[in-house]
């Protein structure tokens, strides 16, 4: 008896240890550790592991859907992503973000787990307030995973009791739950409206100037959410526009790599713009984007394309970031401002980054998203 | 007033010129009383700490762990349903118990460490003060292998133990046997890790590939009221249990605490004796100058006032000196203290840093408190002579009133004893006890030098004169001669007890460990095969053993021979009419007496046991045999019931038939030849090995005792400078008689002597039943075992003249000092 509970107790201990330690790695000092990471690689180098790769992306391999939904474990990396501006019926605003990462350990492989890797972080935002929490699991234990669910064969992402699940095969229509810091429930419905856009060539989308890094990547603009926020016992209905992203690399940085800046933006005459910088080192920057009509039609953007510029700094989390834009498409006429929803919108999670709600001001108006790492 | 209690006060710092000896002695006596105390209270305060970080220093509560209802494993599809209905709280530990190369058994703990990354930050305490501890690697990037990515965790104690028997490499890597090492390994100062190998879970299953998983931790707060969602999830195949784990190692090891501060609150106590004594010498220093401060007008209060105020200028000054020593001898004596824990109880505590704020405020508390108790008698003397302008009688001494304090205090103590079983009123009664000791000897001491006075012939008188004042001396002094009984009889009661569990240990473990030898291997077949064909003279008995699991509890299975010798080894408490006919059928099995306690098993009672492999049997208890020492339950099984053991090392027994003693080094020569991973172990080495490990336990309590009969008898000596201004006409008239100095201090260690013979010869039956009640009360309460209570008198002679011996010596130099006064200086005391 005795022995068994000082199993407990001792086993309680070390988790405690190492919980601190994985909080102290998560919460001290993370602009540091994020300039710390910049040796290794962005995300501690998790981006960079070709190695863990049994295969790159192709122009030659066509994204097909719905298999291409499901998860790529012979790809390093990978992400499920979706942000919304859901609003109340108040008109009070909610970023929300929900995104299941997975990475390949290695081939490391037993009968705990499969190799895989999952972390997922979830977000809400108010004005006043942000929820934000970040959560991990193995695969092939049983708790986290993106496949077709063994009952119905829909499809399914999870980690633990964080779940999209699907009427179909499809990614869409879907319900999205997910609790944050047990303090909020989220239960969300997600309709798209308009096709899926395959980002760069046909969905091969490369990542730095030299062409030495790509992924595959696809983005429903599309969707229309509303569902409820459930808060100290209260329910708020909320509705508004997603964007989501789908991509799948055996590496998308090198160890030269700085970070990158996302933008996703709806306009309010229906069209989309998403605009991605890449930070290196030796290539310098270089942007790439696509503008999508409000029929689905896609315009690929490169850097000749785009011009962006950086109006201001601000100190957020004791990080110096950019969160005030000038992005430009001449080609189309865009010249817009980007500024953020409100200041502190930072992700403190084991790999810091900012990821907020944006306004949209200056020849079209509209709202959005923007991810910018490396900071 | 305030001017008046200024113009006491530097009254009272100008006479410390001619104080200094008394003044030294108060603060000496303060700064030990109050080192003692913090250092016990450093110690106990520590260790607690250590108990708390044992079971969860930064998680806010583990209180529950899931476990599978029977025995066996939890599946990885029940731990993730669980997580995906939303029970992110949940952690998944597997635990492997690994032999490595010198058979001794490693246990490992694998730990998800997704799922502790995973868990909310709400559940974590604020504090994060342990930044020292290094990462250890989750097993993804084995190729990427940093060396600071550590697969496994060690405390620094453990990493001691394991680098001494050469199973830790210089470069931290675990030798599980001759071809394979794991790592690396992070060592780290972790309370209550003791000898646990943490990794994460993946890495557990890698290495060792475990059936499952052992059980699930649920951290965070849990609602107690309410069955849970979590409660209600669960399948029937799952239990949830709370685990007691703090609450059940203050238990274990409360006993160790409240001894430790007992012992510490003793010395502390005795020590105020000290001051009393110091204190009341003062004052009657004191008295003419603060009758002429009365005459001159100062008020009584101002007086009293300053002398508060100068008692707690003593007592924080003394306090913070006390306790800055207290910390030092603390740390001086933690070694012994966590080996004795370690020993004891298989906790690894951890000396760190604590508030000695906190410290001071408690010492300064009680300094205060034990301060104003011992100048309460010598200020009720003062106000006795300032507010009275006839001398003071002494009040007449009803020593009946002692007795029937005695007999009033023995008799609550049996009022207890039958009403309440629980640890603290096993020391409440210990307690009561001594003080009616205390009691009985203020009662008895005048009595029975009125016994002795009329035996001593007429024609001595001087022997005589001095045992009748010896009685004048024995009420004078009674204080310091309390503090004296209570020093021998706790030390007569702690020795009797350590006697008794030596004696007890010794006689099991010789009876029980009857083999010449021990060979630890896995090779066991091969080895006895060896050993028929080589050694025909060298009978073997091959033992096995496992960890079984009775109603979810890890139970010790150990096979055990039911030859006669054997029969004849084993030390049975009780058993049934015949034992070893239904033993030997596998139908009966002795469990140890700590089994039978904690688990309330009785004789003749049919248990079920389930085996590692999950097999299960049923058995009838037999007997119940002695089992000092061990905090485990175990049970020893026919050999059938456990012939193949699921896993691990078997013990082979040798009983070398022959008269030739040259066997063994030859045997040992050939099985460390031929198997190098068998361990060779010659009973005599043992037996003087588990001795040696149970002395240094008793390390630290027997030092306090030592400590505090020194305090005594210090407390004695200062005693001995107090009444030395009452004794000066006694002694003017002596000397005025011719009677040479020397005889004077001869006859003067002659009475104090005495008077120490009869306390100690009073100290003796108190300090036996002081003994029986830490072995049968105590002990049982604490540890569910007991042991024969054994009074060797040659340990109380020795007991006895070694206190006599420290009190003579410590009375010898005040004694000594009196006499050197000229005889003139005591002479003009009879001029007034």
Same mark, same amino acid.
């Given at each position: 008896m005795a022995q068994w509970l000082r199993l407990v107790k001792i086993s309680a201990l070390i988790i405690s240890m190492l919980s601190t330690i994985v909080m102290l790695s998560a919460c001290s000092e993370p602009a540091n550790s994020l300039k710390s990471n910049s040796s290794t690689g962005?995300?501690?180098?998790?981006?960079?592991?070709?190695?863990?790769?049994?295969?790159?992306?192709?122009?030659?391999?066509?994204?097909?859907?719905?298999?291409?939904?499901?998860?790529?474990?012979?790809?390093?990396?990978?992400?499920?992503?979706?942000?919304?501006?859901?609003?109340?019926?108040?008109?009070?605003?909610?970023?929300?973000?929900?995104?299941?990462?997975?990475?390949?350990?290695?081939?490391?492989?037993?009968?705990?787990?499969?190799?895989?890797?999952?972390?997922?972080?979830?977000?809400?935002?108010?004005?006043?307030?942000?929820?934000?929490?970040?959560?991990?699991?193995?695969?092939?234990?049983?708790?986290?995973?993106?496949?077709?669910?063994?009952?119905?064969?829909?499809?399914?992402?999870?980690?633990?009791?964080?779940?999209?699940?699907?009427?179909?095969?499809?990614?869409?229509?879907?319900?999205?739950?997910?609790?944050?810091?047990?303090?909020?429930?989220?239960?969300?419905?997600?309709?798209?409206?308009?096709?899926?856009?395959?980002?760069?060539?046909?969905?091969?989308?490369?990542?730095?100037?030299?062409?030495?890094?790509?992924?595959?990547?696809?983005?429903q603009p599309f969707i229309n959410i509303s569902g409820t926020i459930e808060r100290l016992g209260e329910t708020i209905d909320v509705s508004g526009k997603g964007w989501f992203d789908h991509e799948w690399s055996a590496g998308l940085s090198d160890q030269k790599t700085q970070g990158w800046d996302w933008f996703s933006i709806h306009f309010d005459d229906g069209r989309k713009l998403m605009l991605y910088q890449v930070r290196h080192r030796e290539l310098g920057n270089s942007w790439f984007g696509s503008l999508i009509s409000p029929q689905g039609d896609k315009t690929h953007l490169t850097k000749n394309d785009i011009q962006g510029s950086i109006d201001g700094y601000s100190k957020v989390d004791s990080v110096q970031i950019p969160l005030n834009w000038s992005l430009s498409v001449p080609q189309q006429q865009i010249h817009i401002r980007v500024s953020p929803f409100k200041q502190n919108q930072y992700n403190p999670g084991v790999f810091p980054y900012y990821e907020g709600a944006i306004r949209v001001e200056g020849s079209h108006k509209g709202i959005g998203f923007m991810e910018l790492t490396g900071y | 007033m305030i001017k008046s209690i200024h113009e006491v006060l530097w009254v009272i710092l100008k006479s410390y010129d001619l104080q200094k000896y008394r003044l030294c002695l108060i603060l000496l006596a303060m700064i030990m009383g109050c080192a003692g105390l913090s250092s016990v209270l450093v110690i106990n305060e520590t260790a607690k700490r250590s108990y708390s970080q044992t079971a969860f220093p930064f998680l806010d509560n583990v209180e529950y762990a899931i476990y599978p209802s029977q025995s066996g494993w939890i599946s990885k599809a029940d731990y993730a349903d669980l997580r995906k209905n939303g029970n992110r709280n949940l952690i998944a530990v597997s635990t492997q118990q690994v032999e490595s190369l010198d058979n001794h058994k490693l246990d490992f703990l694998g730990v998800d460490y997704y799922a502790l990354m995973s868990l909310n930050r709400t559940r974590l305490e604020k504090d994060n003060s342990k930044s020292g501890f290094p990462l250890f690697a989750a097993n993804n990037h084995s190729s990427n292998s940093t060396p600071t990515e550590h697969k496994f965790v060690i405390d620094v104690e453990y990493a001691k133990t394991l680098g001494a028997k050469n199973q830790l490499t210089t470069d931290n890597f675990l030798k599980l046997n001759s071809q394979l090492s794991i790592g690396p390994v992070a060592i780290v100062e972790a309370a209550g890790l003791g000898e646990q190998i943490v990794c994460d879970i993946e890495t557990l299953y890698s290495q060792f590939n475990p059936q499952g998983i052992s059980y699930i931790l649920v951290a965070g707060k849990f609602n107690h009221k309410q069955p849970s969602p979590l409660q209600l999830q669960l399948p029937s195949h799952l239990k949830l249990i709370k685990l007691t784990s703090t609450e059940d190692l203050d238990q274990l090891t409360a006993s160790f605490h409240l001894n430790l501060f007992a012992m510490g609150l003793l010395m502390f106590v005795v020590c105020m004796f000290v001051v009393l004594n110091a204190l009341n010498l003062l004052i009657i220093k004191r008295v003419p100058m603060l009758t002429t401060l009365r005459q001159l007008g100062i008020p009584i209060v101002a007086i009293y006032s300053a002398i508060i105020i100068e008692m707690m200028t003593l007592a924080i000054a003394c306090s913070a000196i006390g306790v800055t020593l207290g910390i030092e001898i603390a740390k001086w004596l933690s070694p012994s203290v966590t080996q004795t824990l370690a020993n004891l109880y298989n906790v690894s505590i951890n000396f760190e840093n604590f508030s000695w704020?906190?410290?001071?405020?408690?010492?300064?508390?009680?300094?205060?408190?034990?301060? /104003?108790?011992?100048?309460?008698?010598?200020?009720?003397?003062?106000?006795?002579?300032?507010?009275?302008?006839?001398?003071?009688?002494?009040?007449?001494?009803?020593?009946?009133?002692?007795?029937?304090?005695?007999?009033?205090?023995?008799?609550?103590?049996?009022?207890?004893?039958?009403?309440?079983? /629980?640890?603290?009123?096993?020391?409440?009664?210990?307690?009561?006890?001594?003080?009616?000791?205390?009691?009985?000897?203020?009662?008895?001491?005048?009595?029975?030098?009125?016994?002795?006075?009329?035996?001593?012939?007429?024609?001595?008188?001087?022997?005589?004169?001095?045992?009748?004042?010896?009685?004048?001396?024995?009420?004078?002094?009674?204080?310091?001669?309390?503090?004296?009984?209570?020093?021998?009889?706790?030390?007569?009661?702690?020795?009797?007890?350590?006697?008794?569990?030596?004696?007890?240990?010794?006689?099991?473990?010789?009876?029980?460990?009857?083999?010449?030898?021990?060979?630890?291997?896995?090779?066991?077949?091969?080895?006895?095969?060896?050993?028929?064909?080589?050694?025909?003279?060298?009978?073997?008995?091959?033992?096995?053993?496992?960890?079984?699991?009775?109603?979810?509890?890890?139970?010790?299975?150990?096979?055990?021979?039911?030859?006669?010798?054997?029969?004849?080894?084993?030390?049975?408490?009780?058993?049934?009419?015949?034992?070893?006919?239904?033993?030997?059928?596998?139908?009966?099995?002795?469990?140890?007496?700590?089994?039978?306690?904690?688990?309330?098993?009785?004789?003749?009672?049919?248990?079920?046991?389930?085996?590692?492999?999950?097999?299960?049997?049923?058995?009838?208890?037999?007997?119940?045999?002695?089992?000092?020492?061990?905090?485990?339950?175990?049970?020893?099984?026919?050999?059938?019931?456990?012939?193949?053991? /699921?896993?691990?090392?078997?013990?082979?027994?040798?009983?070398?038939?022959?008269?030739?003693?040259?066997?063994?080094?030859?045997?040992?020569?050939?099985?460390?030849?031929?198997?190098?991973d068998a361990q060779i172990v010659e009973t005599q080495d043992l037996l003087k090995r588990s001795m040696q490990t149970f002395d240094n336990t008793f390390v630290v309590t027997q030092g306090l005792n030592i400590i505090t009969l020194l305090v005594a008898a210090f407390s004695l000596a200062s005693s001995l400078i107090v009444i030395d201004y009452d004794n000066r006409p006694q002694r003017a008239l002596i000397r005025a008689m011719g009677v040479p100095a020397l005889k004077i201090l001869m006859l003067t260690l002659f009475q104090y002597t005495?008077?120490?013979?009869?306390?100690?010869?009073?100290?003796?039956?108190?300090?036996?039943?002081?003994?029986?009640?830490?072995?049968?009360?105590?002990?049982?309460?604490?540890?569910?075992? /007991?042991?024969?209570?054994?009074?060797?008198?040659?340990?109380?002679?020795?007991?006895?003249?070694?206190?006599?011996?420290?009190?003579?010596?410590?009375?010898?130099?005040?004694a000594a000092r009196t006499i050197l006064i000229p005889p003139i200086e005591d002479i003009k005391w009879l001029n007034g």
């Open positions: 962005m995300y501690g180098g998790l981006l960079d592991q070709e190695n863990f790769s049994s295969a790159k992306a192709t122009e030659q391999t066509p994204i097909t859907f719905p298999q291409d939904h499901l998860s790529h474990p012979e790809f390093a990396i990978e992400w499920w992503y979706l942000t919304a501006n859901l609003f109340d019926k108040q008109g009070n605003q909610y970023p929300l973000q929900w995104t299941l990462f997975r990475f390949s350990g290695g081939g490391n492989q037993s009968n705990w787990s499969n190799g895989q890797l999952y972390m997922s972080h979830g977000k809400l935002s108010s004005y006043k307030q942000d929820w934000f929490e970040e959560i991990f699991a193995r695969g092939g234990v049983g708790n986290a995973g993106v496949s077709l669910a063994a009952e119905s064969g829909h499809f399914e992402a999870y980690l633990d009791n964080w779940i999209w699940r699907s009427l179909s095969t499809e990614l869409f229509p879907a319900t999205l739950n997910f609790t944050l810091n047990e303090q909020v429930k989220l239960s969300l419905n997600m309709r798209a409206t308009g096709p899926y856009v395959l980002n760069g060539n046909k969905g091969y989308s490369i990542k730095l100037a030299n062409g030495q890094h790509a992924s595959m990547y696809y983005s | 704020f906190n410290l001071y405020a408690q010492v300064l508390l009680a300094s205060v408190v034990g301060l /104003s108790l011992a100048a309460a008698l010598p200020l009720r003397s003062l106000n006795q002579h300032l507010t009275s302008i006839q001398p003071v009688a002494s009040p007449a001494h009803s020593e009946n009133k002692w007795l029937a304090f005695c007999v009033l205090l023995l008799l609550i103590c049996l009022i207890i004893y039958f009403s309440n079983e /629980s640890i603290f009123s096993s020391f409440l009664i210990i307690g009561l006890v001594i003080i009616s000791g205390c009691f009985l000897v203020l009662y008895m001491l005048p009595r029975l030098l009125c016994l002795i006075i009329p035996i001593i012939p007429l024609t001595t008188p001087n022997l005589r004169w001095s045992v009748a004042d010896a009685k004048r001396i024995s009420n004078k002094s009674s204080i310091a001669f309390c503090a004296f009984f209570i020093a021998v009889a706790t030390n007569v009661g702690m020795n009797l007890m350590v006697n008794s569990f030596r004696l007890a240990t010794d006689t099991w473990i010789t009876q029980r460990l009857d083999a010449d030898a021990y060979v630890n291997t896995k090779d066991a077949e091969q080895v006895v095969t060896l050993l028929s064909s080589n050694f025909p003279k060298t009978t073997t008995f091959v033992r096995q053993s496992e960890t079984g699991n009775y109603q979810g509890d890890a139970i010790q299975l150990r096979s055990y021979p039911s030859n006669l010798e054997h029969q004849e080894a084993l030390m049975l408490e009780q058993s049934i009419a015949t034992p070893w006919d239904t033993f030997s059928k596998a139908q009966g099995i002795f469990i140890n007496q700590q089994f039978a306690l904690s688990k309330q098993l009785n004789l003749g009672q049919k248990i079920v046991f389930r085996r590692q492999n999950n097999h299960t049997f049923t058995v009838q208890i037999v007997g119940i045999y002695y089992d000092y020492g061990n905090p485990k339950a175990q049970a020893l099984v026919s050999e059938s019931l456990i012939l193949n053991p /699921s896993s691990g090392n078997q013990v082979i027994a040798l009983y070398n038939q022959g008269v030739n003693q040259s066997w063994l080094p030859e045997l040992k020569n050939q099985i460390s030849t031929q198997f190098p005495l008077l120490c013979l009869f306390i100690c010869a009073l100290a003796i039956p108190f300090g036996i039943l002081l003994s029986w009640l830490l072995i049968h009360l105590v002990n049982v309460q604490a540890f569910y075992w /007991s042991y024969p209570l054994v009074i060797e008198s040659n340990t109380l002679v020795e007991l006895i003249l070694s206190a006599l011996m420290v009190v003579f010596l410590a009375v010898l130099l005040p």
